[in-house]
Every structure is written in C-alpha cells, then in structure tokens.
C-alpha cells in the first residue's frame, strides 16, 4: 500500500518544540521533494516548508522561518520537521506531501502527489 504517514504531533505551550516526521511506504522518499503544509480550524492549508529531492534547497515560508527546520534522513525514509519557538498560532493539523518541484521559494504539487492523513499539533498555556 502506497502511503506517506506524519507523527509526532501533540499539545504543548508556547516556546516549546516538537519534530514531527513524515515516512512511507509502498516507495521511498529520497529524491522526491518533500512539503510541509498546515491547515487551521477555519483556514484554508497552507505551504509552510520543502526540502528538494536532492537536499540542496530548502524554503520556508515567512511565518515559520527561523523557528522550522526540515531535513531528511534517507537511511529512515524519513523527513522531519523540527519545530522549535512554537507559538498558539502554529495549531494545525499538519500535513507533508511529495512534490513535482521545490526550487527558488517555490513548490508544485499535482493530483499524483501522496499525501499524509496529517498530525495534529496544538500550542497552548
């Protein structure tokens, strides 16, 4: 069964971190650009991070630059995102998908692209 899987969600309070990892199976991921992407209770999904399939570009949009880091460890078939500073406004269901391209602060997805059920993150006091 082909599927990608995110875990590591869970609630904590503002400041803290969490990693979150994104894994499949039925393919691997190495050499597949990889998206993080959020959607918030009444919020449409958003892109929020991508790591390119060679690992030599990564982006991250404007409100988690500098608090998100996404990486990948190929010997797991995993990619990561590790979340640091959280804040209440990062709650999301979180969501990684493979990507057609991410490349100078853009990302491409299409109907092919695998996506994860997503993992809930909360942050609060």
């Not at 990507?99 to 602060?105: A, T, V």
Request: hydrophobic share 25%.
């Amino acid at each position: 069964q082909v599927q990608l899987v995110e875990s590591g969600g869970g609630l904590v309070q503002p400041g803290e971190s969490l990693r979150l990892s994104c894994t499949s199976s039925g393919f691997t991921l190495d050499t597949r650009p990889i998206g993080w992407f959020r959607q918030a209770p009444g919020k449409e999904r958003e892109g929020i991070s991508c790591i390119s399939g060679h690992d030599d570009y990564t982006y991250y949009t404007d409100p988690v630059k500098g608090r998100f880091t996404i990486s990948r460890d190929n010997a797991k078939n995993t990619v990561y995102l590790q979340m640091d500073s959280l804040k209440a406004e990062d709650t999301a269901v979180y969501y990684c998908a493979t990507l057609i391209l991410c490349y100078n602060e853009r990302y491409y997805y299409n109907k092919d692209s695998y996506w994860g059920q997503g993992t809930q993150v909360t942050v609060s006091p």
